[in-house]
């Protein structure tokens, strides 16, 4: 009766480890998570193609204008500060969602939005004068990849905006299903990600951009 | 056992079902602050001149993998228990494409450029 002595413990560590799958598989709220993690990761992928592009056209200005010229460091502080808020008021958004709270939820998501569309305003502005000033995407591979990539991230925070008042609008006529969390769970991972996607964008395009 | 041991759920936070909100808040109000003090150095470090000028780039690239990570732990909630193990593989795998292509790219195009003739040689070639 050797493995009587030892067995108490290996059933213990048994049992700890076969419970999920006893169980059968995970939750759908798990799953649908983690699969928009993975799709989250691949969207990372993507843009990390558009930096490499930017990183290695960075100089190639054929004559126009460069970022130095271009860049306004007070207003990227200012979109800076505007997603960074955003952020924040998407994760009291989510904290709301898990209480259930109703206006809490519309409050916080009304204020992301807010604050995504300042963004988003100011970043068109901010293109709108480089067109103007005959700064546009023609103009050098430069220019066409500092488009490219931050016009995307635009896309995305765009985007954002729309699925937020599509979750709004869900909230409101259905209340806080199952379906309808998982959702605004989903959201909320987009929006955290597009932060960090815009932590590199100032850092590389710009900060680095006006010492070059 | 009358848990069953799920892997955590990407951004979920750690006791969901069981604390109250105020700790939830503390957790998103300690990340925007570590957020905005790396901000705050990153925008600095760009523009003083106290900094020795060629060190400022590795500075601003380190203070960016920081912040990265403050939004990783404190907004996306990626912690390194085992109900995380998932979510930290795929983006650990996530993180090696993005060097590979990044660093690949840079550095193909940086030989490239070195061996491409000079613009004046290649046209007196063309004569």
């Known amino acids: ?212 | 056992m009358t848990d069953t041991l799920y892997d955590r759920a990407p951004g979920e936070t750690p006791g969901e079902r069981e604390e109250g909100r105020s700790s939830g808040v503390l957790v998103y109000t300690v990340g925007l602050l570590g957020a905005v003090i790396l901000t705050a150095t990153s925008f600095w470090a760009a523009n003083t001149s106290m900094l020795w000028g060629p060190g400022v780039a590795l500075g601003l690239a380190v203070l960016a993998i920081a912040q990265m990570g403050v939004h990783l732990v404190f907004f996306l909630h990626i912690t390194t228990g085992p109900d995380n193990t998932n979510n930290v593989l795929a983006l650990a795998f996530g993180i090696l494409i993005v060097s590979l292509v990044v660093i690949g790219s840079l550095w193909i195009m940086a030989n490239l450029n070195d061996a491409m003739m000079p613009p004046a040689e290649l046209m007196r070639m063309q004569r």
Not at chain 1, 21 to 35: N, T
Not at chain 1, 66 to 86: H, I, K, P, R, Y
Not at chain 1, 141 to 157: E, K, R
């Open chain 1, 1 to 212: 009766m050797n493995d009587a002595v030892a067995l108490p413990s290996v059933r213990a560590a048994v049992a700890f480890q076969s419970t999920a799958s006893e169980a059968g598989p995970a939750p759908k709220r798990i799953v649908v998570a983690y699969g928009f993690w993975i799709f989250l990761l691949s969207d990372v992928v993507m843009f990390s193609a558009l930096f490499a592009a930017y990183a290695v056209l960075a100089r190639a200005t054929a004559g126009g204008p460069s970022g130095v010229e271009l860049f306004n460091q007070v207003s990227v502080a200012v979109e800076t500060a505007c997603l960074l808020g955003s952020s924040y008021t998407c994760g009291l958004m989510s904290l709301s969602v898990q209480a259930r709270n109703r206006v809490g939820t519309y409050c916080w998501a009304a204020v992301t939005a807010a604050l995504g569309a300042t963004f988003l305003g100011l970043e068109l502005q901010e293109f709108a004068g480089m067109i103007a000033r005959g700064a546009a995407p023609q103009r050098s591979a430069f220019l066409s990849a500092f488009f490219t990539l931050v016009g995307c991230h635009g896309l995305h925070v765009a985007s954002g905006l729309v699925w937020l008042a599509v979750m709004m609008v869900q909230v409101a006529l259905r209340g806080f299903l199952p379906s309808v969390t998982r959702r605004l769970t989903c959201f909320s991972l987009f929006w955290h990600a597009l932060d960090i996607v815009w932590v590199w964008l100032f850092t590389i395009v710009y900060l680095l951009g006006v010492r070059a």
